[in-house]
């Protein structure tokens, strides 16, 4: 059921609001705005390293995540694409834990990895949205996202559940770890419980996509980008283009651009810069002005403060200004409803893009 949208992926895209509440009401009270979950049971709270493993979006969300409990919890944390961990001969944390994100809790490379990492005697976390899946049920502990069932083969509501339960693992971790104080926790919950408001606000930046979406059909390839932890976000956003629209796309931290990929750009290149602001803002600001000066065409993702800032000359998608906790997970909005109108206008099939499947169960 559709509930009257065009695609499962709109439908689940609109959804976002009540998915993201959802997951985060299994992570904290209402009663006390504390956190509910056994945040003792994860053995953070006096762990020397995290190693954060998964695929695809899954792994963008791990990536994103290491911003945060390095910031956070001040725990060092390793991200890795799961194919590519398994068959390393990756030094295993002696006194640490190793976390797996996945909306299916089948995919093969994810499952192997974590099965790796318990016979070696590392205590493995699942953060897994199918509560029957193989991940859920052999990693020690389970903390579920409640996207509920996604149907549209790219991943969107799935993705934002598990950032909102990974900034909860984070923000507990903090607390136990005696990095921030309980006020301080709970200013960050308090922000928390805000996105799925901020989410339906930043819904109204649709019909401004949408243009920018036909826009881009024109193109055979984009470069988005971001610094801190909207690089991540850039990777997804290049992703979810990609696997839905077919277009060549490519995420890059904006620090990095110098370094090649500004070779690339030429008159009227699309580059979408996500950028609220933040303390990293103006880095990112004169990477934009570095490709604006040779003939980009630059979307910018900010809020009200960045669109002041910024200057002209850009298409400016105005988000709601919000907790540095929370930015990254309201921007990944216009990413996907960029994605999705993209597709649309290019006549895909875009609950069922050519070549892939929802669970990947070979490897
Ligand atoms: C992209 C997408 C894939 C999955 C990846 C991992 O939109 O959906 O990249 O994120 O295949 O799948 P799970 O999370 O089921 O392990």
């Given at each position: 059921d559709k509930a009257g949208r065009r695609h499962f992926m709109e439908k689940e895209i609109h959804e976002q609001p009540e998915s993201v509440a959802r997951t985060l009401s299994q992570y904290i009270s209402?009663?006390?705005?504390?956190?509910?979950?056994?945040?003792?049971?994860?053995?953070?709270?006096?762990?020397d390293r995290l190693i954060a493993v998964a695929c695809g979006t899954a792994f963008y969300a791990g990536a994103t995540a290491k911003y945060w409990f390095e910031r956070y919890a001040r725990l060092a944390v390793e991200v890795d694409i799961a194919s590519e961990f398994r068959y390393r001969q990756p030094a295993l944390p002696q006194n640490g834990a190793a976390l797996f994100v996945s909306q299916?809790?089948?995919t093969a490379d994810t499952l192997a990895a974590l099965r790796h990492c318990k016979e070696n005697g590392v205590r493995t976390i699942g953060v897994v949205n199918?509560?029957?899946?193989s991940i859920a049920r052999e990693a020690d502990v389970h903390l579920r996202t409640l996207?509920?069932?996604?149907?549209?083969?790219?991943?969107t509501k799935a993705y934002t559940a598990q950032l909102s339960a990974l900034a909860c693992i984070a923000l507990a971790a903090g607390a136990s770890r005696g990095v921030m104080t309980a006020e301080e926790t709970a200013d960050k919950v308090r922000h928390l419980l805000e996105i799925p408001r901020l989410i339906n606000e930043v819904m109204q930046v649709e019909p401004k996509i949408e243009e920018l979406a036909r826009a881009l059909t024109r193109h055979k390839d984009v470069l988005y980008l971001g610094r801190g932890q909207f690089f991540p976000l850039a990777m997804e956003g290049a992703l979810k283009l990609k696997e839905i629209a077919y277009i060549h796309a490519e995420g890059y931290a904006a620090g990095e651009?110098?370094?090649?990929?500004?070779?690339?750009?030429?008159?009227?290149t699309p580059v979408i810069v996500t950028a609220p602001w933040d303390e990293l803002f103006e880095k990112t600001i004169s990477n934009v002005q570095e490709v604006a000066a040779r003939g980009a065409d630059v979307t910018l993702i900010t809020d009200a403060k960045g669109a002041g800032l910024a200057g002209d000359g850009y298409n400016v998608v105005v988000m709601p200004t919000c907790d540095p906790i929370a930015q990254p997970i309201v921007a990944a909005i216009p990413l996907q409803l960029l994605a999705y109108h993209t597709a649309v206008f290019m006549g895909t099939d875009v609950d069922q893009p050519r070549n892939l499947a929802k669970s990947v169960t070979v490897e």
């Amino acid at each position: 059921d559709k509930a009257g949208r065009r695609h499962f992926m709109e439908k689940e895209i609109h959804e976002q609001p009540e998915s993201v509440a959802r997951t985060l009401s299994q992570y904290i009270s209402a009663v006390d705005e504390g956190f509910t979950f056994p945040a003792g049971e994860l053995g953070l709270k006096n762990a020397d390293r995290l190693i954060a493993v998964a695929c695809g979006t899954a792994f963008y969300a791990g990536a994103t995540a290491k911003y945060w409990f390095e910031r956070y919890a001040r725990l060092a944390v390793e991200v890795d694409i799961a194919s590519e961990f398994r068959y390393r001969q990756p030094a295993l944390p002696q006194n640490g834990a190793a976390l797996f994100v996945s909306q299916s809790g089948e995919t093969a490379d994810t499952l192997a990895a974590l099965r790796h990492c318990k016979e070696n005697g590392v205590r493995t976390i699942g953060v897994v949205n199918v509560p029957e899946s193989s991940i859920a049920r052999e990693a020690d502990v389970h903390l579920r996202t409640l996207a509920g069932p996604e149907i549209g083969v790219a991943s969107t509501k799935a993705y934002t559940a598990q950032l909102s339960a990974l900034a909860c693992i984070a923000l507990a971790a903090g607390a136990s770890r005696g990095v921030m104080t309980a006020e301080e926790t709970a200013d960050k919950v308090r922000h928390l419980l805000e996105i799925p408001r901020l989410i339906n606000e930043v819904m109204q930046v649709e019909p401004k996509i949408e243009e920018l979406a036909r826009a881009l059909t024109r193109h055979k390839d984009v470069l988005y980008l971001g610094r801190g932890q909207f690089f991540p976000l850039a990777m997804e956003g290049a992703l979810k283009l990609k696997e839905i629209a077919y277009i060549h796309a490519e995420g890059y931290a904006a620090g990095e651009l110098k370094h090649g990929p500004i070779a690339l750009i030429e008159e009227g290149t699309p580059v979408i810069v996500t950028a609220p602001w933040d303390e990293l803002f103006e880095k990112t600001i004169s990477n934009v002005q570095e490709v604006a000066a040779r003939g980009a065409d630059v979307t910018l993702i900010t809020d009200a403060k960045g669109a002041g800032l910024a200057g002209d000359g850009y298409n400016v998608v105005v988000m709601p200004t919000c907790d540095p906790i929370a930015q990254p997970i309201v921007a990944a909005i216009p990413l996907q409803l960029l994605a999705y109108h993209t597709a649309v206008f290019m006549g895909t099939d875009v609950d069922q893009p050519r070549n892939l499947a929802k669970s990947v169960t070979v490897e």
